[in-house]
Antibody, heavy 119, light 109 residues
Framework: EVQLVESGGGLIQPGGSLRLSCAAS????????MSWVRQAPGKGLEWVSV???????YYADSVKGRFTISRDNSKNTLYLQMNSLRAEDTAVYYC?????????????WGQGTMVTVSS | SYVLTQPPSVSVAPGKTARITCGGN??????VHWYQQKPGQAPVLVIY???DRPSGIPERFSGSNSGNTATLTISRVEAGDEADYYC????????????FGGGTKLTVL
């Protein structure tokens, strides 16, 4: 079965760090374009970051310099290292696969993991 | 950066047709994707490439895209279609590679 399972969310103080994980099954992370998308409480979807199959990475301006996307091919897992966290980073974080054959539509989503940044 | 504009809400009676728009500068030149999100759940892709449906999505869901407006059309609306709907494009012309619209809440009366 093709699926994504996120973990690592929780309550963290402003300025702190957190690493999210996204374990994939049924397909190979390194052969696909993998992204993180977040959704603040009661708000819309916001693209956060992508790692292309070739290894290139890109970030939304709101997280550039603070977040780092990576992958572990041996574990077939995607990560998001989040540093210098702010209250406005509070959101549900989803990992998603961008289907490059479908003009990069997100065809597979994880269930999401909640990150709360608060003192 | 590229901006997508959706109406905050759309209401429709059961059995009728709902149309949700997504505006963007020359959006007709881009491929538009649509997602359905129900409360407490992850988004689900319902339309890709303007008008294609992934496996398992009912034929009642269709899409079109021309000029400055893309449209998601839901025919014979059912109570279970009540959800938030988001349009999205992939914009390689900027660092904001994936852009979402603000979302539209579909209410089934």
């Amino acid at each position: 079965e093709v699926q994504l399972v996120e973990s690592g969310g929780g309550l963290i103080q402003p300025g702190g760090s957190l690493r999210l994980s996204c374990a994939a099954s049924g397909f190979t992370v390194s052969s696909n374009y993998m992204s993180w998308v977040r959704q603040a409480p009661g708000k819309g979807l916001e693209w956060v970051s992508v790692i292309y199959s070739g290894g290139s990475t890109y970030y939304a301006d709101s997280v550039k310099g603070r977040f780092t996307i990576s992958r572990d091919n041996s574990k077939n897992t995607l990560y998001l290292q989040m540093n210098s966290l702010r209250a406005e980073d509070t959101a549900v974080y989803y990992c998603a696969r961008a289907n490059y054959g479908w003009e990069n539509a997100f065809d597979i989503w994880g269930q999401g993991t909640m990150v709360t940044v608060s003192s | 950066s590229y901006v997508l504009t959706q109406p905050p809400s759309v209401s429709v009676a059961p059995g009728k047709t709902a149309r949700i728009t997504c505006g963007g500068n020359n959006i007709g030149s881009k491929s538009v994707h649509w997602y359905q999100q129900k409360p407490g759940q992850a988004p689900v892709l319902v339309i890709y490439y303007d008008s294609d449906r992934p496996s398992g999505i009912p034929e009642r869901f269709s899409g079109s895209n021309s000029g400055n407006t893309a449209t998601l059309t839901i025919s014979r609306v059912e109570a279970g279609d009540e959800a938030d709907y988001y349009c999205q494009v992939w914009d390689s012309s900027s660092d904001h590679h994936w852009v979402f619209g603000g979302g539209t809440k579909l209410t089934v009366l």
